[in-house]
């Protein structure tokens, strides 16, 4: 995804099929949410996930997903545990106490896709873990804050790297938020760090997925043999969640967000 390309603006009718999926997004997440508890294996929430998928007849957005010539994405769901960031394949790894596990989602309809991910504790968790998820979490709703129609992109960004750095936190780099639309991925490139006030202006009909990665420890990243799975370097806990947005007349119209959602 280059820099500088053009930002698409949907369309009414392209907006109606985008909350059609995305909604199915929110509410497949929510029920997954709710079966987060020790004993279940990340695989147990794949099939449970591939299962909502086929009877709403939607499609997956992630599984095949090719973006660099490396192995197929496996599965419709990534799953990652404590220090891993984001792209966890679900495996037989059994979910424990004390664990955080970030769901990442996203399906298509009408060949428009929905992206989402919450990052929840397993059972009980320690009140510094909590608060590395309700900081990443408040990024992200202050990033979704910035959205109205004339602020620039590097206000989104900008806001993400304020808040989780005020608390000594550290945000992710390489990987970043992006457009999304009648691909998963479409330009812009989001990062959630910056200076304020640069790049392109938001436009009412831009559709955005805004997505903090936020690490207790250092920000570098490194990738497992399984070509997917992305980890902190040195080993702290990462936290991990994303919205789809619709930049409308009125402000951030978030697309993924559902009573007892995040
Ligand atoms: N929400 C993630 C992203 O936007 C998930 C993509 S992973 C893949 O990058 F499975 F699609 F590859
Ligand atoms: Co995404």
Known sequence: MAFGERIPIKTRSEIEKMRTANLHVAEILLELREMVKPGITTRELDRYAEKAIAERG?????????????????????VSVNDEIVHGIPA????????????????????????????????????????????TSDALSLAIDTMVPGKRLSDIGHAVQERAESEGYSVVRVFAGHGIGRKLHEPPWIPNYGAPNRGPRLMQGM???????????????????????AVTVDGSLSAHFEHTILVSEDGPDVLTRIEGSH
């Open 92 to 135: 037989d790894r059994e979910l424990e106490e004390e664990d955080i596990v970030s769901l990442d989602f996203g399906v298509s309809v009408d060949g428009f896709h929905g992206d989402s991910a919450v990052t929840v504790p397993v059972g009980e968790v320690d009140a510094d873990t909590q608060k590395l998820l309700d900081v």
């Open 207 to 229: 559709v955005l997925a805004i997505e903090p990665m936020v690490n207790v420890g250092r920000a570098e990243v490194k990738v497992l043999d399984d070509e997917w799975t």
């Open 58 to 78: 939607v499609e997956s957005s992630f599984k095949g997903y090719d973006p660099h010539g490396l192995p197929k994405y496996p599965a419709v769901l990534c």
